[in-house]
Each structure stands twice: as C-alpha cells, then as structure tokens.
C-alpha cells in the first residue's frame, strides 16, 4: 500500500537546468496537487488537477509546467531551474472534491545552484 | 481570499500534560474544511483531523480533538497525554469550495520535554 509516491526524494540543478517531478497515487484518487515548502513556511499550491485531463494554476505557478498524465500520474516540470526555485516540493491526492482529506507524499528536496 | 493565522511560532509543554494549538482562519466562503497535519523533522505530511463548516460537533481523533468556533473563525487543535513523538510542526490547512485546494499558515512547531 505505497499511498502517494514521489521521484526524485533529492536533486542537485544548476540554473537554466531543466527536470521533471514524478508523483504518482494507488489510491484511485481523482484529484491530484503540487505545493512547494521553503524553509520556515507553509506549503503553498503550485498547480492542481481537479480530475484526469485538467490542470489548472495555483497560488504559485511561475516556472512549473504540470501533466496530468493519465489518472494515476501528475508530474510537475521545471523548463528552466532558478535558486528561487530551491524548495521541498509535495504531491497529494483525495478522492473527489466531496471527500475532503488530503495526503500528501513524501516531498521532494531540490536545491538550485 | 482565505488566509490562515498560526500566532504561536513555538509552543513548549511537558510529557503527558495537554497542549492546545491557535488556528484562526479569514474566508467568506459558507462551505469549508479546516484540517490538522504534522509535520515531524523527517518532513513528511501526516493527516491528524478534519473539521467541517457544518459539522455540529468538535472532531476527535484519539488523543487529538478540534476545537471548532464558528463565530470566532478559530479551529484550534488540543492534544492530550502530549507524547515525545508528538515534537514536529504543525499546521492547520484552510480548505474551500474550490476543487480542495488548501491555504496553509506558517505552522507552529511543538516541543514535548520528558
């Protein structure tokens, strides 16, 4: 029962790099999230995917590009990393938009040189 | 727009007394959910609570109970028995209408001394 899986756990980028966020649910959730964590803060909602074939912007989309790959898989894509952009970054998924709780992966720490 | 307010930073207390963490919230939606998550130093997310806006009772979930105050938009989280274990940051997630997203403060961290 892995719940919500997330690839890399760590990654290194110079700026200008360019890398994909993996994440990806059994739980046969429909709906699907990226947060980024800075140090110190909340987590804060870079896009979304109320259900397979949607994706709409958060509170923080500058820089991210995201796929909703089919129901299962949600990637979150960096075209062009900045030191800005050094984070922990979570996936997390929850049924519907009736079922309330969210749960969230183990997080991904990306550090931008 | 919603916004969470967590005023306490850091909050200290001794091995098996209670401890309760301030969660207030700002929204003008009639529909909500407030939410509790640990977050320990290893960093991941767990799921402690969930309140709903029209829920008629204060949520509980073994040690951890909501105190929900509609009118005062306040969700605070009370832990019983505090555990050694229970040393992590906390948060109390806003989450509306809108396709679940959630609205995070700045979390509290929590310290158990034996």
């Known amino acids: 029962n892995a719940g919500v899986t997330q690839t890399p756990k760590f990654q290194v980028l110079k700026t200008g790099q360019s890398m994909t966020l993996q994440c990806a649910q059994d739980m046969n959730h429909n709906s699907m999230y990226w947060y980024r964590q800075d140090p110190g803060m909340g987590l804060r909602l870079i896009y979304y995917?109320?259900?397979?074939?949607?994706?709409d912007k958060g509170e923080v989309p500058n820089g991210y590009n995201v796929s909703r790959l089919n129901k299962r898989e949600f990637s979150l894509r960096l075209e062009s990393a900045a030191p800005s952009q050094t984070s922990v970054y979570f996936c997390?998924?929850?049924?519907?938009?009736?079922?309330?709780?969210?749960?969230f992966g183990p997080g991904t720490r990306l550090l931008v040189l | 727009a919603q916004k969470i307010t967590q005023t306490q930073p850091g909050m200290f207390v001794q091995e098996k007394e209670a401890v309760t963490l301030d969660c207030t919230y700002d929204t003008s939606d009639q529909s909500y959910g407030l939410f509790w998550y640990k977050q320990p130093s290893s960093g991941e997310m767990i799921f402690l609570i969930y309140q709903g806006s029209y829920d008629e009772q204060n949520a509980t979930e073994g040690r951890y109970s909501l105190n929900f105050q509609k009118a005062r938009k306040s969700a605070n989280l009370v832990i019983s028995a505090s555990q050694l274990g229970d040393s992590a940051m906390y948060f109390c997630?806003?989450?509306?209408?809108?396709?679940?997203?959630?609205?995070f403060g700045q979390g509290t961290i929590l310290t158990v001394h034996p």
């Open positions: 997390a998924s929850r049924v519907t938009v009736t079922q309330e709780t969210q749960y």
């Open positions: 997630p806003f989450g509306g209408t809108s396709y679940g997203k959630l609205t």
């Open positions: 995917s109320a259900s397979e074939g949607t994706t």
